[in-house]
């Protein structure tokens, strides 16, 4: 039977939504707080009609913690006043739909209809293996991330890969090529934004000989190594708006005219392409091409930054000395906790990149030292640490019988996230601010310890 979860503050509302779902022959269970549907949800539902404004928080931050389990619900997202960026927070959140309050029966039940109707099909079809090719990690975010990348794999469909600097970009679009049926065929990497203006036209498409000074051969271009494989146009925001015109005839066509020539030529490839920047804000602005835009959008994953998936530094860590390892030929560092405490303190704005630069730091400060500890971190590290944890009260102790250390930070944390919260008076978003944390990742804080 199907199982619905309600998760709403106002008792006439959701007592009469209650009574049109049970009519419906569903189960329906209702909490009025996030953590009571934090708490609820864990038995496993199929649909959770979340409400936006909540007494601890807003639903909308919830989203991924609701849908982090196993057979995760469909979520439609009630709120009471339209909004249409909330709206698109929710969907880009992966939630099934939004509605505004107040909403007819036949509306809900369309759109309950709809959820469950894709749900069953959903179920119904075989799981698409998630193939990693050294992307590491297994936060639900980038889980999500493999899921997309997994069912592009299949198609020949464009893929527009978003993600901050040293999120890896890169490493999911030579993933996306192996895992296509052009795998056994070129990759092709085009780094828009260090072709200079001039020379953009020759290296995309190549030249014949004598099409300008110095062009003593003729010159197969980027466009023309890719046939039949995958071209892959990193930093496409980068590129100016003379080439963007030219580019989007090509990726049309898929045919090209090198420079000099006479006559055009075929090339079959398949396009990925990725940037830092939201090509959405640049269209407005004028320095980005509209068309070109949703050629390039069949398929769009955005990449999580680290500092929402914390959970991955340390398998992202030893992946790294195991690495180091290979290319030396030694036995693998172990890692001592307190070198994983200290990494927890920094928000990583240079994401994957910059952990395993300071890893590599570290690996050369121990030598042939076996194990890592928070000593051989850089010193502004391993200063950031402490000064954390000055800010904290640490949690009484009975000094006969120590905890555990995961007992330890556990209180520790707990503390600190009773005052963030007691300081910023609950707001969620500025208490992530302060904590420099995303809200979805405080909200799963919060629920782990039952704040």
Not at 8 to 36: C, K
Not at 133 to 162: M, Q, Y
Not at 263 to 274: D, G, K, P, Q, Y
Not at 389 to 410: E, F, G
């Amino acid at each position: 039977m199907t199982r619905i979860l309600l998760i709403d503050d106002d008792p006439l509302f959701a007592a009469s939504l209650r009574r049109q779902l049970s009519g419906l022959g569903y189960t329906v269970e209702h909490a009025e707080t996030l953590q009571a549907g934090f708490h609820i949800a864990q038995a496993g539902f199929d649909i959770i009609f979340l409400d936006v404004g909540l007494p601890d928080g807003s639903g909308l931050d919830a989203v991924e913690a609701l849908r982090s389990p196993v057979n995760a619900p469909e979520i439609i997202i009630m709120t009471g006043k339209g909004d249409p960026d909330g709206a698109a927070l929710a969907i880009s959140s992966g939630v099934w739909d939004y509605l505004e309050k107040p909403f007819s029966l036949d509306k809900m039940r369309l759109c309950l209809t709809r959820a469950l109707e894709y749900r069953t099909q959903h179920r119904s079809q075989p799981d698409r293996p998630r193939e990693r090719h050294g992307i590491v990690g297994n936060a639900p975010a980038l889980l999500a991330c493999l899921d997309r990348l997994a069912e592009a794999g299949w198609s020949d469909a464009p893929v527009l890969l978003f993600g901050e600097t040293g999120t890896g970009k890169e490493l999911f679009a030579h993933a996306l090529h192996r895992i296509s049926s052009r795998s056994s065929l070129p990759f092709v990497v085009v780094d828009c934004a260090a072709i200079p203006d001039n020379l953009l036209e020759s290296e995309l498409f190549g030249h014949t000989r004598g099409a300008f000074t110095g062009a003593s051969v003729s010159r197969t271009g980027l466009v023309g190594l890719a046939d039949k494989g995958t071209l892959f146009l990193d930093e496409i925001g980068e590129l100016p708006l003379s080439g963007q015109k030219t580019f989007l005839r090509v990726l049309q066509e898929k045919r090209y005219r090198p420079l000099g020539g006479q006559t055009e030529v075929n090339s079959n490839f398949r396009l990925i392409a990725a940037t830092n920047q939201r090509l959405e804000t640049m269209v407005r602005s004028g320095h980005f091409r509209r068309d070109l835009l949703y050629r390039l959008a069949g398929v769009v994953i955005e990449l999580p930054c680290l500092r929402d998936r914390m959970e991955d530094i340390p398998e992202l860590v030893r992946h790294r000395l195991a690495e180091h390892a290979r290319q030396r030929r030694a036995t693998v560092k172990q890692v001592a906790a307190d070198l994983f405490d200290t990494l927890s303190v920094h928000s990583w704005p240079g994401n994957v990149r910059e952990l395993f630069a300071v890893v590599d730091q570290a690996v050369l400060r121990a030598t042939n030292e076996p194990t890592l500890f928070a000593r051989h971190l850089p010193d502004w590290l391993r200063t950031k640490a402490i000064r954390a944890r000055l800010t904290q009260q640490p949690a009484p102790q009975n000094l006969d019988a120590p905890d555990p250390i995961k007992v330890y930070r556990d209180a520790m944390d707990k503390a600190y996230l009773m005052r963030l919260m007691q300081h910023t008076g609950h707001n969620v978003s500025r208490a992530a601010e302060i904590a420099g944390l995303s809200r979805q990742r405080l909200h799963v804080l919060l629920k782990y310890h039952d704040l």
